[in-house]
């Protein structure tokens, strides 16, 4: 049996035009199977001893990594039917001995391949977690799919199959089809690594249930994964918003695709009336065609530029889409907004201000242009491409469409790849620019603390390092764009030379094309090069926006932590009576806050809540309010469990004033009239006399439009909680939680303010946190929490004469409070020593 066939020796590469099949097969599966025993084996054996299996669940199902498999299965049966018709057809049943080499190298290569496959999916080496597959397996899928591509030497051999002249050769040409689909599938699948466990799912390991796994959504830490990974997950986030609810809108989206199919046929006709207009002039006997030139440079005024902008089509159709894109906007923009404030106090305590608006302000940003670029530019390059393929192998020959074919098809893969590779370079500049604002919103809302230790140096050379890890991001960030646009440039130049030259040769040598099909093809291909040359800005533009929402998206997938159940109805307060029975609520697993908590609070009584730090007084004001669920137990009011009812009715029936009082930058009129913002100046300054700030607001050159300034920073402690009073006295809740109301504030002011706490609390169901043991000794009940269990109660009497908890800590506040004012005597009398003695 020969080992290639008859006048045919393996050492003879280039035969009758083109290379050798006998010593192609030999080469190519020599090479991958060799490369894949030796460095596959090793791997499968370092696996064997050093390999864990990953200890999840159940492993990410992905359909992905399912037709990776099929494929590679597929691709041992295509080489033998390959064998079968060599064997049968092509020799008549004769077989050599390459054929017999490939169809057993190809019986273990595949199937060596799937095991390598399936190991790296399942088991893990102890380093740090791959992103991706190992380098044998990558190399020998690049080294498969560059051997595929290596048939093209052969399109001028003379016996080849590229002619298609028998059905033998449809039949090698439709198994080289599939063998080249295949292969470039496992190449494309072999850098996505769709069965490898990304950094989410290795954080997920040992995670009881699906629920507890962290979202689908990628997080932006992730800088190695494709932007357009979970694409259409991420579309239906935004699918809500996209088609306009508005009928005339709807008109309007279709009319811009009509403007926009208009725009392709025109990028048709441009170049077509330049041909005719040359070859009017160039005929033996010229023709002044006026109508050809009319059509041209209406067709050309109706298209634009290459790009169409200035053209009227692209104009009108940009006019149009302006309501589409400020409806897209808007809805996003107030539905994220109204999701950050369904979010839990949990989450908010957490966030960071500034990243978060700088997360909202590129997230909605990018929207803006998303659509624009991918309906409006990517979409139409595209058909563009496909248009001119076609049109050129109809109206010239098979060579001007492959040309246009390749080089289109080399500029997109390249920008693809490299754009995706240069994707981790932009997340780290977006982290780095979040990490800047979050730095210096953070520092200038601290101004005050920043003053009080002299720490201006420290926050600005902080600020310089936060900046300075920016530029460096920067800086690679730019790199690595102008190695994209080198090799796009590279990529066109060289489908232009090779385009030009056959078009010229076939005018000049060949006599076959005229002077104007060349300037139809110089006209046309220049035309489609120009929105192509935008091609890369345009898919850099949709990952940088993809990139920039990905922290959007993460903020939209965020769950609400306090929801309201399916069919709950409003508060009904009757009385006002308030019961905890048996509340237990940690924030950590653990660490319990508050133990089996029980109290009642009858209608219209006050309940005082006293305790050293970290008892959970707070924790019981944040539980009435629902800012966090208990973990067991009940709080009723009137018999109600407030999580059966709907959180914003519970809320309208309880009023709150804070220990820290903050305010909007705002004047005071608008910080009252908050709390009802419906209610008229009456009940404004009403509310201020009650709260005893009427005639302090009236000092104020401004009055009532007074601005506060940020946080309310510019009035004292003592104004900012009249404020505050005046609030919840306008608002006139059934129930009030007073939340360590007078703690920062000096005696004097402390009294004013208690006379206005006093009209609040009238006749009111009452909650007070309190530090000062001398503003709830008024109280009806007083609970003293400890290691958040209650574990004294009653009056202020009753609990002094028990001699426990509260009767240590009306001591300790009696001492302190001797101590100061013997301090202060004291220095009132040196002081007056002193004058004496000068005098």
């Known amino acids: 049996m020969l080992y290639c066939p008859p006048n045919i020796t393996l050492n003879e590469v280039w035969v009758d035009g083109g290379t050798s099949q006998c010593f192609m097969d030999t080469v190519s599966n020599s090479v991958t199977a060799g490369w894949l025993l030796i460095f596959g084996t090793t791997q499968l054996l370092i696996y064997y001893k050093y390999g864990n299996r990953i200890p999840f669940v159940s492993p990410p199902k992905s359909q992905l990594y399912a037709l990776q498999i099929l494929f590679l299965a597929l691709l041992p049966l ?92 449809k039949i090698e040409m439709a198994l080289f089809v599939l063998r080249y689909v295949s292969c470039l599938i496992v190449f494309v699948l072999g850098l996505r690594a769709p069965g490898i466990m990304t950094a989410q799912d290795y954080f997920n390991i040992g995670a009881a249930s699906s629920e507890a796994r962290i979202p689908i959504i990628e997080n932006s830490s992730d800088q190695s994964g494709s932007t357009w990974r979970n694409f259409w997950r991420k579309i239906r986030l935004l699918l809500p918003y996209l088609w306009p609810k508005e009928v005339l809108l709807q008109f309007r989206v279709l009319f811009c695709f009509m403007l926009l199919a208009g725009g392709r046929v025109l990028n048709v006709y441009v170049p077509i009336y330049s041909k005719k207009i040359v070859d009017s002039m160039t005929e033996a006997s010229p023709i002044f065609h006026y109508d050809y030139v009319i059509l041209y440079v209406l067709f050309k005024f109706l298209q634009g530029s290459g790009t169409g902008a200035m053209g009227v089509l692209n104009n009108l159709r940009s006019f149009l889409w302006i309501r589409i894109q400020q ?46 670029y991918i309906l409006f530019s990517i979409v139409p390059t595209i058909t563009d491409i496909v248009v001119a393929v076609v049109f050129f192998v109809s109206s010239f020959n098979v060579w001007f469409g492959l040309i246009v074919f390749v080089t289109m098809t080399l500029y997109i893969a390249a920008t693809i790849m490299v754009t995706e590779w240069r994707t981790k ?20 809302l601290n101004f005050e603390t920043v003053k009080y230790y002299g720490a201006e140096e420290y926050e600005v050379e902080a600020y310089r390092d936060a900046i300075m890890t920016f530029q460096k991001e920067e800086w690679k960030n730019s790199l690595t764009l102008n190695i994209l646009n080198t090799t796009q440039n590279l990529i066109i130049s060289a489908g232009l030379l090779a385009g030009s030259l056959l078009c010229v040769h076939m005018v000049v040598d060949l006599h076959q094309l005229t002077v104007g099909d060349y300037v139809l093809f110089a006209a046309y291909i220049i035309q489609l090069y120009v929105p192509l040359n935008w091609f890369g800005t345009y898919y850099r533009a949709i990952q940088k926006n993809f990139v920039d929402m990905e922290n959007m998206f993460e903020l939209l997938v965020e769950q609400q932590e306090v929801v309201d159940i399916p069919g709950a109805g409003p508060l009904y307060v009757r009385q006002g009576t308030l019961e ?101 100046e009456a009940d404004v300054i009403t509310a201020s006399k009650s709260a005893e700030i009427h005639e302090r607001i009236l000092t104020f050159p401004d009055g009532y439009d007074t601005q506060v300034g940020e946080r309310g920073l510019k009035l004292s402690g003592g104004e900012k909680q009249r404020v505050a009073i005046a609030r919840t006295i306008l608002k006139s809740p059934a129930i009030v939680l007073l939340d360590e109301a007078t703690s920062a504030l000096d005696t004097q002011t402390e009294r004013h303010i208690q006379a206005a706490l006093n009209k609040v609390c009238a006749d009111r169901t009452t909650v007070i946190v309190a530090h000062r043991l001398s503003t709830v000794i008024h109280a009806d009940e007083i609970l003293v929490l400890k290691d958040g269990e209650i574990v004294e109660r009653g009056r202020h009497d009753d609990l002094i004469t028990q001699e426990g908890v509260y009767a240590d800590m009306w001591q300790q506040q009696l001492k302190s409070e001797f101590e100061g004012n013997k301090k202060s005597s004291d220095s009132d009398e040196s002081t007056s020593n002193g004058i004496k003695a000068a005098r």
């Open 78 to 169: 295509l080489c033998i039917a390959r064998f079968a018709v060599q064997a049968t057809l092509i020799y008549g049943d004769a077989v050599y001995g390459y054929m017999i080499l490939s169809v057993v190298l190809s019986s273990v290569q595949f199937p060596l391949s799937i095991a390598l496959l399936v190991v790296e999916r399942h088991y893990s080496l102890p380093s740090v977690p791959s992103r991706g597959h190992g380098l044998v397996l990558l190399l020998f899928w690049t080294l498969l799919f560059i051997f595929e591509n290596l048939s093209f030497v052969n399109l001028r051999k003379h016996d080849w199959w590229f002619h298609l002249t028998s059905l033998t050769d």
């Open 580 to 680: 905890f029975c048996n509340v237990s609520f940690s924030y950590l697993p653990e660490r319990a806050v508050l133990k089996n908590i029980s109290f009642t609070v009858p209608g219209g009584k006050t309940v005082a809540i006293v305790g050293p730090s970290g008892s959970g007084k707070t924790t019981i004001m944040r539980l009435l309010f629902r800012f966090y669920d208990v973990d067991s137990g009940a709080i009723l009011i009137d018999g109600q469990n407030i999580k059966t009812v709907q959180q914003s009715s519970l809320r309208e029936n309880i009023g709150v004033v804070p220990q820290d009082t903050v305010l909007f930058n705002n004047s005071i009129r608008y910080n009252i009239q908050y709390a009802r913002i419906n209610a008229n």
């Open 425 to 444: 370079f932009q997340r780290r500049m977006n982290l780095a620019d979040n990490a800047t604002k979050a730095r210096s919103v953070d520092s200038l």
């Open 327 to 372: 409806y897209t906007t808007r809805e996003v923009e107030v539905s994220l907004f109204h999701h950050l404030h369904s979010l839990s106090l949990r989450w908010h305590l957490s966030r960071k201000t500034g990243e978060v608006l700088r997360v909202m302000d590129r997230g909605t940003d990018s929207i803006n242009n998303l659509l624009n």
